[in-house]
């Protein structure tokens, strides 16, 4: 398992905090809604890492959030005790009920192969009640995809993190790209130490990802949202 979701998934709010997923969270509510034949209520997460969108969402939902990462889980389980979470992998996770309402964000990058991106999509079909709906919001698309850096981190009182992310495609024409990053981690007696993390990640095209989507029985629709992503409703009818 990648680095930060596995031995410094403690310290994910120091990578990222709840307040950065907020304005996100408030494009995603009203999306779902709009797209629901009537309110959605419940709300299922698969890939729902430390819990940050959640921590927004909840306000709109009852949150069933799902994620690979016992440590993830954990950090989501402190902020988002209210809501119920289960250990599971999106491409096979089964809870045996359904929901008003599927989103997946910024953890389904994590499928890196057609196969692998429509056995997630599969979970949210099967997990989605009749005149429901799935959101998917991939980080990229293949037409917009972009080589770039960014950077971020904070500090909690005692320990620090800062991290450097460098994103780019070695080779166009497979199906991922990468994104490496190097984590800097100041600890409580200021001692700091580097760590490195290869992320792969899955790059798809448009039309790719609507067939996808039609294929496991939901009616798809891409749309670009505020931040110039392709992001993508299913609908169950
Ligand atoms: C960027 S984090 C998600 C952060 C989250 N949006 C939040 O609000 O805190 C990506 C998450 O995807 C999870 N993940 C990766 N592959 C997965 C899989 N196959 N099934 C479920 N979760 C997965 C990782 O464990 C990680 O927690």
Known sequence: MLKLYS????????????????????????????????PPRTLLELGSGGGNNASHLKAHFQMTL???????????????????????????VRLG????????????MYMTSAPDLRSAMETAFVHCRPGGVALFVPDHVRETFTPGTDHGGHDDGHRGLRYL????????????????????????????????????????????????LREVGFQPRGIVDAWGRDIFVGVFS
């Open 165 to 212: 992310e460098w994103t780019y495609d070695p080779d166009p024409n497979d199906t991922t790209y990468v994104v490496d990053f190097a984590y800097l981690l100041r600890e409580t007696d200021g001692r700091t130490r580097v760590e490195h993390d290869r992320h792969i990640e899955g790059l798809f095209g448009r039309e790719e990802w609507l067939q996808l």
């Open 97 to 108: 009920r359904v929901f008003d309402a599927v989103f997946i964000h910024d953890a389904i």
């Open 66 to 92: 799902v994620d690979l990462s016992p440590g993830m889980l954990a950090v989501s389980r402190a902020l988002n005790p209210e809501c119920e979470h289960f250990e599971g992998d999106m491409r096979t």
């Open 7 to 38: 031995e410094l998934a403690a310290c994910w709010p120091l990578f990222s905090a709840p307040a950065e997923y907020k304005e996100e969270a408030d494009c995603f509510q009203p999306l779902l809604f709009e797209a629901c034949k009537t």
